[in-house]
């Protein structure tokens, strides 16, 4: 292929040489016809000489129109006509004179256009590597990084490539990329520390120009840099999750240690002293110390469901069992739950006057609904009123529990169902809590196609609001 274009810019040259030599000749049989003496006629051949140097790319073909001018001029315009013959020594010094001239004029033109053609090139090589450099920059991913230099390849070469990573099974390699016995061109890929894989041109047997291969290792160059580079952020984006995962799991047994501490003590103190001092407690003593630990029992799990929820969240292993349920039996559920915890709160509840039966998670929803009235009670005081409104709007079915208490602090309205976040206030009831409630009933309401919010009431107080569709997924 290299051979036949060589030779197809040989027959152009030579073709254009024979060109301008007849235009020469006869625009000179021409001037001489007007009675031009013969140093016009020269430099119609000199400009010819100039014009064959500046329409081909090779000094020789300068050289060759110089010599083809001084035996043109020789045959036609000097005596005797039509002859290889010179007697006079004028015409001698002046063909001489003009051959020198020629050479010289062509050779500095020859020169001139190489440098010109050179000063092209170099234009060209910069733009190519700025644009091949700045391709790359924008480009993240493995696959995506390879696959555009593959293609960047195929667009100002016109070979196919394929691309092989060191500990990759997989090969990349462009769409016209043919699995063959075709010789390639292989260039290592190389990284900051290492050799990263390697890349193999198939150009068989056929010579690259310059500009081709400057473009193949350019872009070896580029596919290490930004290997490396989205290597280097991946090792980065792997040990920043690490470190994440590290600091959850630090907090998380924090808190739980910290939220242990206080059902836990009074248990222990209240069955303690049961045991010790039953005999002498009157049936009103025993009976309020079995509901403090009661209570403090239905605390503990209801803490300890929040955390195998939160690690279940955690680990992608929430899943859901649904079912056709009947929201005034899980309402009534969750309800049953808090008869203990409320204490001296009033709770309203409101339900349709319709029974509506949703697809869902009921064991879920509970947890949802005891997570939100429990919020209630930690942020309200004694005799407070708390109300759980049941409603339909459009094709959901809402879910609202109300307080009035001091509502939510606006430094964590934003993130206040991101995990382990909780107000910085004393709580009313001193069970403060790890912040994850809020963010396992946001999971599980989006688990269910649902959607969750909080909201400051105008009369003081918080409002929590989810709805879940009516009719499932």
Same mark, same amino acid.
């Given at each position: 292929?290299?051979?036949?274009?060589?030779?197809?810019?040989?027959?152009?040259?030579?073709?254009? +040489?024979? =060109?301008? !030599?007849? %235009?020469?000749? @006869?625009?000179?049989?021409?001037?001489? *016809?007007?009675?031009?003496? /013969?140093?016009?006629?020269?430099?119609?051949?000199?400009?010819?000489?100039?014009?064959?140097?500046?329409?081909?790319?090779?000094?020789?073909?300068?050289?060759?129109?110089?010599?083809?001018?001084?035996?043109?001029?020789?045959?036609?315009?000097?005596?005797?006509?039509?002859?290889?013959?010179?007697?006079?020594? +004028?015409? =001698?010094? !002046?063909? %001489?004179?003009? @051959?020198?001239?020629?050479?010289?004029? *062509?050779?500095?033109?020859? /020169?001139?256009?190489?440098?010109?053609?050179?000063?092209?090139?170099?234009?060209?090589?910069?733009?190519?590597?700025?644009?091949?450099?700045?391709?790359?920059?924008?480009?993240?991913?493995?696959?995506?990084?390879?696959?555009?230099?593959?293609?960047?390849?195929?667009?100002?070469?016109?070979?196919?490539?394929? +691309?092989?990573?060191?500990?990759?099974?997989?090969?990349?390699?462009?769409?016209?990329?043919?699995?063959?016995?075709?010789?390639?061109?292989?260039?290592?890929?190389?990284?900051?520390?290492?050799?990263?894989?390697?890349?193999?041109?198939?150009?068989?047997?056929?010579?690259?120009?310059?500009?081709?291969?400057?473009?193949?290792?350019?872009?070896?160059?580029?596919?290490?840099?930004?290997?490396?580079?989205?290597?280097?952020?991946?090792?980065?984006?792997?040990?920043?999750?690490?470190?994440?995962?590290?600091?959850?799991?630090?907090?998380?047994?924090?808190?739980?240690?910290?939220?242990?501490?206080?059902?836990?003590?009074?248990?222990?103190?209240?069955?303690?002293?049961?045991?010790?001092?039953?005999?002498?407690?009157?049936?009103?003593?025993?009976?309020?110390?079995?509901?403090?630990?009661?209570?403090?029992?239905?605390?503990?799990?209801?803490?300890?469901?929040?955390?195998?929820?939160?690690?279940?969240?955690?680990?992608?292993?929430?899943?859901?069992?649904?079912?056709?349920?009947?929201?005034?039996?899980?309402?009534?559920?969750?309800?049953?739950?808090?008869?203990?915890?409320?204490?001296?709160?009033?709770?309203?509840?409101?339900?349709?006057?319709?029974?509506?039966?949703?697809?869902?998670?009921?064991?879920?929803?509970?947890?949802?609904?005891?997570?939100?009235?429990?919020?209630?009670?930690?942020?309200?005081?004694?005799?407070?009123?708390?109300?759980?409104?049941?409603?339909?709007?459009?094709?959901?079915?809402?879910?609202?529990?109300?307080?009035?208490?001091?509502?939510?602090?606006?430094?964590?309205?934003?993130?206040?169902?991101?995990?382990?976040?909780?107000?910085?206030?004393?709580?009313?009831?001193?069970?403060?809590?790890?912040?994850?409630?809020?963010?396992?009933?946001?999971?599980?309401?989006?688990?269910?196609?649902?959607?969750?919010?909080?909201?400051?009431?105008?009369?003081?107080?918080?409002?929590?609001?989810?709805?879940?569709?009516?009719?499932?997924?």
């Amino acid at each position: 292929m290299t051979i036949n274009r060589k030779n197809r810019e040989i027959a152009r040259s030579v073709m254009k +040489v024979l =060109v301008v !030599l007849t %235009l020469s000749l @006869l625009g000179s049989l021409l001037i001489a *016809g007007l009675g031009a003496g /013969r140093e016009s006629i020269l430099m119609m051949f000199l400009l010819g000489v100039l014009f064959v140097t500046i329409l081909t790319n090779g000094y020789i073909y300068g050289l060759a129109a110089s010599v083809a001018g001084v035996v043109l001029f020789d045959f036609f315009f000097t005596e005797p006509r039509y002859a290889f013959l010179i007697y006079s020594a +004028v015409d =001698v010094m !002046l063909l %001489l004179f003009f @051959l020198v001239t020629a050479v010289v004029s *062509g050779t500095i033109t020859s /020169r001139l256009q190489k440098q010109i053609s050179i000063s092209h090139q170099s234009e060209l090589t910069a733009r190519l590597l700025y644009k091949v450099a700045e391709d790359f920059l924008h480009i993240t991913g493995k696959g995506n990084i390879i696959l555009r230099g593959i293609k960047y390849i195929y667009d100002h070469t016109g070979y196919a490539s394929r +691309v092989i990573l060191d500990g990759d099974d997989q090969e990349y390699f462009s769409e016209q990329y043919v699995q063959s016995d075709m010789e390639g061109l292989t260039i290592p890929i190389q990284g900051v520390a290492k050799q990263m894989g390697s890349l193999t041109l198939y150009c068989g047997r056929d010579e690259l120009t310059f500009q081709q291969e400057l473009v193949v290792k350019t872009v070896a160059t580029q596919l290490g840099a930004a290997l490396d580079r989205e290597y280097s952020y991946r090792e980065r984006e792997e040990i920043r999750v690490a470190m994440e995962r590290e600091r959850l799991r630090s907090t998380l047994l924090r808190s739980v240690a910290h939220d242990l501490r206080t059902p836990l003590t009074a248990l222990t103190g209240a069955s303690s002293l049961l045991t010790d001092k039953f005999e002498q407690l009157s049936l009103e003593e025993q009976k309020k110390l079995a509901a403090d630990i009661s209570e403090e029992m239905i605390w503990l799990a209801n803490f300890v469901e929040n955390i195998l929820n939160m690690t279940r969240i955690g680990e992608g292993q929430l899943f859901l069992h649904k079912e056709d349920e009947v929201v005034d039996d899980v309402v009534n559920e969750a309800t049953s739950h808090m008869s203990r915890i409320l204490q001296n709160r009033h709770l309203e509840v409101s339900l349709p006057n319709e029974v509506i039966s949703l697809p869902m998670d009921g064991k879920l929803v509970v947890q949802v609904l005891v997570n939100l009235l429990d919020n209630a009670v930690k942020h309200t005081p004694l005799e407070s009123c708390i109300d759980l409104k049941v409603g339909i709007l459009g094709n959901d079915v809402v879910f609202e529990v109300c307080d009035n208490g001091n509502g939510i602090a606006e430094d964590i309205m934003n993130r206040l169902f991101d995990g382990f976040t909780t107000p910085k206030n004393n709580i009313i009831d001193g069970k403060r809590g790890m912040g994850l409630g809020l963010a396992i009933c946001k999971a599980i309401v989006e688990a269910h196609g649902g959607a969750i919010r909080a909201e400051n009431q105008p009369a003081g107080g918080a409002r929590f609001v989810f709805s879940l569709p009516n009719g499932g997924e």
